[in-house]
């Protein structure tokens, strides 16, 4: 019993000097809290995305009143612009982990919700004889599953020839866009993420990309709608340098390195 007791102490000891000298550990993914959860409870979110589609119906009634040497279309992607993916941003908080854990998985599930105004405005445009091309950065061994999803939630032309058009080489969507202007004339691309709109937009730093935005100003509204997505996108990666093998640690001292107080004070 005195030797039980003694043990006890002593391991006691062990954990409670393990627990003074082990750094604390990095919620990797608590960071992610408030972009989640701003999709997920916002009617801010909803309200955004009813405005883009909203948006992007009049500039398409104004493009069909015009003539037009090829079909027009519309190129949208995917994630964050046709179906709402803030459950596996949520589920990644919630297990302290980080993309690409569960993303196949979830992608398999085929059970993304459309966002609010989306699958009307598609099938506005597919009604009016407007050709849909749906071009995401999703793999192509995602394509079986994808397809589903968008058919479950009432998306049209999923299955039009080369309407779905997945990841081959590269996350730039460029040489897809080129393929589909080739006998389409593109009168809307919609999106969450710039590189769902340009080139000029791919890779870039920071300062860049806000000065390649501010050089296609006009083109946002008319021919870009924007869908706000406050949870990943190239925006992070440009935070990160595009280096996502940065440690957990070290993102989070880039991420606070860059944020701007109104204080300027310098540590
Ligand atoms: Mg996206």
């Given at each position: 019993?005195h030797?039980?007791?003694?043990?006890?102490?002593?391991?006691s000891i062990?954990?409670l000097?393990r627990?003074?000298?082990?750094?604390?550990?990095?919620?990797?993914a608590d960071y992610q809290i408030g972009?989640?959860?701003?999709?997920q409870?916002?009617g801010?979110f909803r309200?955004?995305?009813y405005?883009?589609y909203?948006?992007?119906?009049?500039r398409l009634?104004?493009e069909?009143r015009?003539k037009?040497?090829?079909?027009?279309?519309?190129?949208?992607?995917?994630d964050q612009?046709?179906?709402?993916g803030?459950?596996?941003?949520?589920?990644?908080v919630k297990?302290?982990s980080?993309?690409?854990d569960?993303?196949?998985?979830?992608v398999?599930?085929a059970?993304g919700e459309a966002?609010?105004?989306?699958?009307?405005f598609l099938?506005?445009a597919?009604n009016?004889?407007?050709?849909v091309?749906?071009?995401?950065?999703?793999?192509?061994?995602q394509r079986?599953p994808?397809r589903?999803?968008?058919?479950?939630?009432g998306?049209p032309?999923v299955?039009?020839p080369?309407a779905?058009?997945l990841q081959?080489?590269?996350t730039?969507?460029?040489n897809?866009?080129?393929?589909?202007?080739?006998?389409?004339?593109v009168v809307?691309?919609i999106?969450?993420?710039?590189?769902?709109?340009?080139?000029?937009?791919?890779d870039?730093?920071?300062?860049d990309r806000?000065?390649?935005v501010?050089?296609?100003?006009k083109l946002f509204?008319?021919?870009?709608?924007v869908?706000?997505?406050?949870?990943y996108?190239?925006w992070?990666g440009?935070?990160?340098?595009?280096?996502?093998?940065?440690s957990?640690?070290?993102?989070?001292?880039?991420?606070r390195v860059?944020?701007?107080?109104a204080?300027?004070?310098?540590?």
């Amino acid at each position: 019993m005195h030797f039980k007791r003694t043990g006890f102490f002593l391991f006691s000891i062990f954990i409670l000097t393990r627990c003074a000298s082990a750094p604390p550990e990095l919620a990797v993914a608590d960071y992610q809290i408030g972009a989640a959860l701003w999709h997920q409870t916002s009617g801010e979110f909803r309200a955004l995305s009813y405005q883009a589609y909203n948006l992007a119906r009049y500039r398409l009634d104004n493009e069909l009143r015009k003539k037009h040497t090829k079909p027009p279309a519309v190129v949208v992607d995917v994630d964050q612009t046709v179906l709402d993916g803030a459950p596996y941003q949520a589920e990644l908080v919630k297990k302290n982990s980080s993309y690409p854990d569960g993303w196949n998985a979830y992608v398999e599930r085929a059970d993304g919700e459309a966002l609010p105004g989306a699958a009307g405005f598609l099938n506005y445009a597919a009604n009016r004889g407007v050709k849909v091309f749906y071009v995401t950065n999703r793999k192509e061994p995602q394509r079986a599953p994808t397809r589903l999803n968008l058919l479950r939630r009432g998306f049209p032309n999923v299955d039009g020839p080369g309407a779905l058009v997945l990841q081959s080489s590269g996350t730039s969507k460029e040489n897809h866009r080129e393929t589909i202007r080739k006998n389409y004339d593109v009168v809307l691309l919609i999106g969450d993420n710039l590189g769902d709109f340009d080139k000029s937009f791919d890779d870039k730093a920071i300062a860049d990309r806000k000065h390649a935005v501010d050089a296609s100003e006009k083109l946002f509204g008319s021919k870009y709608i924007v869908l706000p997505n406050t949870m990943y996108g190239a925006w992070e990666g440009a935070v990160y340098d595009y280096n996502w093998k940065l440690s957990p640690a070290d993102r989070d001292k880039k991420r606070r390195v860059l944020l701007d107080g109104a204080s300027k004070a310098v540590e």
